[in-house]
Nanobody, 116 residues
């Protein structure tokens, strides 16, 4: 099993920055792609960004140029650097890990609130 713990959320003004961290424990050698998703009130959970074990990245159009995903495989940690934040980025952000290409692990979520 893989357990994920997120940190780094909070309240920030529009235009500000935050960095989220997601640390994995357990069967970390089985982790392939890691990613960040978010869910705003009344909306479905949506993809924000993903990163493969080799470092290939993918972003939602809404965050391209503002957010950067990275990972440190030695520390079993993925990061999401969020710059130029907008009120519409307000959501609970969840870390995700694809395990052995067959199952997914999720973190508990961290709240990001961007005030206008």
């Amino acid at each position: 099993q893989v357990q994920l713990v997120e940190s780094g959320g909070g309240l920030v003004q529009a235009g500000g920055s935050l960095r989220l961290s997601c640390t994995a424990s357990g069967s970390t050698a089985r982790i392939n792609t890691m990613g960040w998703y978010r869910q705003a009130p009344g909306k479905q959970r949506e993809l924000v960004a993903t990163i493969s074990k080799g470092g290939n990245t993918n972003y939602a159009d809404s965050v391209k140029g503002r957010f950067t995903i990275s990972r440190d495989n030695a520390k079993n940690t993925a990061y999401l650097q969020m710059n130029s934040l907008k009120p519409e980025d307000t959501a609970v952000y969840y870390c995700n890990a694809l395990v052995s290409f067959s199952s997914a692990a999720w973190g508990q979520g961290t709240q990001v609130t961007v005030s206008s």
